[in-house]
């Protein structure tokens, strides 16, 4: 995945009002001041057109995540994961289901079949490789989190979580 690709991905992004991400036990909201230089020079290069309006970062593993989100010309919500030295973790973007590639659909359908996606977003992480996140409910109203890789040569399921509702 190079820069190029993921910054024409990005070019889409429109202007709103600045906001701090929601603080939650794992997000803690700050204000765009904050967001180190390497983080932000790294954020201009990748979508040099993004207006960010959500600043924050999470604790992952000892290390301080900064998570930079906007929203594209369809309103779709973007998020950059960015370390502080400026290396990007990963690209994160709200996908409609009709943008979902059908082998995505067909694991899901299959591990769930009984589950309706409700909302989905396609990860781009630095190894090139995507991830699909789907979040959604079955019949019952248990809660579903699934995750499946397509790089292009296989299908594989990262994740399948159920936790009831």
């Given at each position: 995945m190079t820069r190029t690709f993921m910054a024409s991905l990005l070019l889409a992004a429109t202007a709103l009002p600045t906001a701090v991400?929601?603080?939650t036990p794992d997000n803690i909201g700050i204000d765009r001041d904050d967001v180190p230089p390497a983080v932000w020079r790294t954020v201009r290069s990748v979508a040099p057109t993004a207006a960010f309006t959500e600043f924050g970062y999470e604790m992952e593993d000892g290390v301080k995540v900064f998570e930079l989100g906007a929203r594209d010309a369809d309103g779709l919500h973007l998020e950059l994961d960015v370390l502080p030295d400026g290396t990007l973790e990963e690209i994160e973007w709200e996908t409609p289901l009709s943008q979902v590639q059908t082998p995505v659909l067909v694991e899901f359908r299959l591990s769930h079949p009984d589950a309706t996606?409700?909302?989905?977003e396609r990860s781009i992480r630095p190894n090139g490789h995507t991830v699909y996140e789907i979040e959604g409910r079955t019949a019952d109203g248990e809660l579903i989190d699934f995750e499946v890789m397509n790089n292009?040569?296989?299908l594989m399921v990262l994740n399948a979580v159920s936790a009831a509702g």
């Open positions: 991400i929601a603080q996606p409700q909302y989905v292009g040569r296989r």
